[in-house]
C-alpha cells in the first residue's frame, strides 16, 4: 500500500500485517494504540469485533 497518511511528512509504503493472535489459547487483536483487544470465542467472533471497533474509532474521531 502506498500512500500518505495525515499525520505523515511524506507518502511512504505501510505494510499491514495480521493483527490476529492468540494467547493461551484464546483470540485477540492488536490495534494501533497498542491495545490488546479479546478474548474472543472464535474467529467469527472476534471479525466482528475488529469491526465494531474500526466503527467506535471513526465515530471518536468525527466527534473531535
Do not use: W
Not at 19 to 46: A, I, K
Amino acid at each position: 500500500m502506498y500512500g500518505k497518511r495525515a499525520q505523515d511528512n511524506a507518502p511512504a509504503t505501510h505494510f499491514r500485517c495480521d493483527r490476529m493472535c492468540r494467547v493461551n489459547g484464546e483470540l485477540y487483536f492488536s490495534t494501533r494504540e497498542n491495545t490488546l483487544e479479546g478474548p474472543f470465542e472464535n474467529p467469527e467472533t472476534l471479525a466482528r469485533e475488529v469491526q465494531a471497533y474500526i466503527e467506535r474509532m471513526l465515530v471518536l474521531r468525527m466527534s473531535l
